[in-house]
């Protein structure tokens, strides 16, 4: 038995022999132990199959056409005889020309050569050889190549490009976000100059509390960023303790890196969210990175909780701005707003003037925001940011009662309406720099009386019932490129007389506040470039004998 | 004066005949050569030694027929046999492009054919020539 296996083993090292007699070889026999249709030179076909073909597929079986004379062998079907019958001939095919080839001394001239059959030996030569997507019949001045391209490749971390995952010692810099479900994935780079924030749900629990990586601050610094020449580490900016009721209390000292421990039966110092903050420079180069966290405690009923992370990226030695778009609004962000410092309306001012800007959420352009009580007095705060392009409409409900008196039930409503810092100027394009107070459009203030014609007093109070904001922007630019740029606001505040009501009643009225953007643009004007003008002019010789 | 003339005209003309063709020869198989190379499979380890052999044959054909030359006309067996030398050499490398190059074309076959013979003739001329010297 060891013989015949050893027997059977060697058949199986060597490739079948291949077949150069011409009489034997037959291109269209494809089906085993069956007939092929139009085969003249298949071996299983019988005499009546040949007397059902119509012709011969393969009339000529030869060797290379290039040599000067061979067999070959000759298929064809003679149709006059009945039934049809195949005629098989081997003849010398003699090629005239006086390049063929004579002989050749060469094996693998004219055959393919057999492949090598993979054993146990040369098995792992082959896969170095033939294993990988590509192989080239030279592999040596391959592999000399890709030894070359590896230095260039340590310079290219040190430069940053937009989307780009920010890289760190062991791999990237990790902004845990759901992915498919709201379970939060440690596999989320974070993109260079992609301004993220994501929020999770990580499964936790006291017991496990010192074991789970994701909840203790080292995980989140611990890798420094690769960046230009040196490595940049991450900084912890401040940490921020929340208690198990919620309230946040930001701690004096944020250098003792505090990491999650159990303390009757509570696990404290477990980091429920992490704020980045990465310094680049304008030609893409990191150069500090800082991390602000928010540490809470988890107890033993708790099996999940939600964290949330963000990064923002901002460039050295400037502030924080977001743009709403560049240079023309882009709808959907942010309508820019500010109000103008003291001082303005003098000459001399103008170089010194410059609007207070701030990305504080209340002094950008607001309109009240809905809530579900629908009450106007107990709404108060809750402000949505107007978005360009998009027309808002919103309201809540006052119920007016007997004891209320006008004058600051005014006040109330009309800070309700307005928001705590309402704006008085707005940027006309998404990028208006504070600086420039010549692209900053004035709010226009209007106040409209319901009851103009009235037959009540003047001095009888009103109160605001509706602030109406309208936008007017118009394209500008060129025609396959238009930028939106604001052109004017105008603020409609209506007002309506408080009809005193008699005491136990009480009334609801609609208070509501919209946000409307109306497109002024002109129809574009087409326009040349400079008409080309025709050069004339004389050499400077012509009159030469004359002048 | 056939008497005081030893020199041989035949071999003379041959071998001026022989010159011209050489020129040709080495030409036409240095292009087949190349486009042997580019219509087939020929690897380099096969190439090199086709090439050696083809420049070897033409370093040694000039001295040969330098020789041969000078030894007729001067009537000098010692260059002449020495050029006769040099021919069996030039032979052996004519054979082997003649049969063991690695493809032999049907216009390979003709041109060393036909430069075998002119070996060939010349070979016997010259033995004749030193004959004549000689005695």
């Known amino acids: 038995p060891a013989d015949a296996r050893d027997a059977a083993q060697a058949r199986v090292y060597s490739a079948p022999a291949p077949v150069t007699d011409v009489a034997r070889l037959c291109v269209c026999d494809l089906l085993v132990a069956q007939c092929d249709a139009n085969c003249c030179c298949d071996p299983d076909c019988s005499a009546e199959d040949f007397s059902l073909f119509t012709t011969c597929s393969v009339p000529l079986v030869i060797g290379d056409s290039q040599l000067c004379s061979q067999k070959a062998a000759v298929y064809s079907l003679d149709v006059e005889a009945n039934p049809p019958e195949r005629i098989f001939k081997i003849i010398d095919q003699v090629n005239p020309s006086i390049f063929c080839i004579h002989a050749t001394n060469y094996k693998q001239a004219l055959y393919l050569k057999s492949p090598e059959i993979p054993t146990a030996e040369n098995f792992d030569q082959l896969l170095d050889k033939f294993g990988g997507a590509t192989f080239s019949a030279e592999p040596d001045t391959w592999n000399l190549d890709t030894d070359a391209q590896n230095p260039p490749e340590a310079n290219e971390t040190s430069r940053y490009e937009y989307g780009v995952p920010v890289q760190t010692e062991d791999a990237f810099l990790r902004l845990p976000s759901p992915v498919v479900s709201s379970w939060c994935s440690d596999a989320n780079p974070a993109g260079f100059l992609v301004n993220q924030a994501t929020k999770c749900i990580r499964s936790v629990s006291v017991k496990k509390c010192d074991s789970i990586q994701a909840l203790s601050m080292l995980f989140y610094i611990n890798s420094s960023i690769l960046a230009a020449v040196f490595q940049v580490n991450i900084t912890v900016q401040s940490i921020v303790v929340q208690s198990l009721h919620g309230m946040r209390t930001l701690l004096s000292s944020s250098d003792v890196l505090r990491l999650p421990m159990v303390l009757d039966e509570l696990c404290i110092n477990a980091v429920f969210g992490v704020n980045y903050h990465i310094t680049h420079t304008d030609t893409g180069e990191i150069i500090e990175a800082a991390a602000a966290f928010v540490l809470g405690a988890i107890s033993k009923e708790e099996l999940s909780i939600e964290q949330s992370f963000e990064i923002s990226f901002t460039q050295e030695n400037t502030q924080p701005v977001p743009l709403s778009g560049n240079p023309g609004y882009v709808v959907g962000l942010p309508v820019r707003a500010g109000f103008q410092p003291q001082g303005y309306p003098f000459p001399a001012a103008f170089l010194f003037a410059s609007l207070a800007l701030s990305s504080n959420k209340h002094s950008q352009l607001t309109i009240l925001h809905s809530t579900s009580t629908q009450d106007c007095l107990a709404a108060q705060g809750a402000r949505a940011p107007v978005l360009f392009g998009y027309n808002m409409i919103s309201g809540c409900k006052l119920r007016i009662t007997a004891a209320m008196k006008c004058q600051p039930l005014a006040q109330t409503l009309l800070d309700v309406l307005k928001g705590q810092s309402f704006p008085e100027y707005v940027a006309s394009f998404g990028n208006s720099q504070a600086q420039d107070v010549l692209d900053w459009v004035p709010i226009t203030q209007l106040h409209i009386s319901e009851q103009m014609i009235s037959h009540t007093l003047q001095s009888s109070c009103q109160i605001p019932v509706s602030l109406g904001i309208e936008v007017k922007w118009t394209k500008y630019g060129s025609l396959v490129n238009p930028q939106a740029r604001i052109v004017n606001v105008t603020a409609t505040i209506t007002t309506t007389t408080l009809k005193q009501l008699p005491s136990g009643r009480e009334r609801i009225i609609p208070i509501t506040s919209s946000v409307v953007f109306t497109d002024i643009s002109s129809p574009a004007e087409p326009s040349y470039k400079a008409w080309p003008t025709i050069n004339i002019k004389l050499p400077f010789d012509f009159f030469y004998p004359f002048v | ?135």
């Open chain 2, 1 to 135: 004066n056939n008497s005081s003339q030893l020199s041989s005209l035949p071999l003379q003309i041959l071998l001026y005949v022989n010159g011209i063709y050489y020129i040709f020869y080495f030409l036409t198989t240095l292009a087949m050569i190349i486009y042997k190379s580019q219509v087939f499979s020929y690897p380099d380890d096969f190439l090199a030694p086709d090439l050696a052999v083809l420049f070897l044959m033409a370093i040694l054909e000039v001295p040969r027929l330098y020789l041969g030359f000078k030894g007729n006309l001067t009537e000098a067996e010692a260059p002449l046999g020495l050029s006769l030398g040099l021919t069996v050499g030039s032979v052996v490398l004519c054979v082997y492009l003649l049969l063991w190059q690695t493809y032999v074309l049907w216009a390979d076959v003709l041109l060393n054919a036909v430069l075998l013979s002119a070996y060939g003739l010349e070979s016997g001329l010259k033995v004749t020539a030193i004959a004549a010297f000689v005695s």
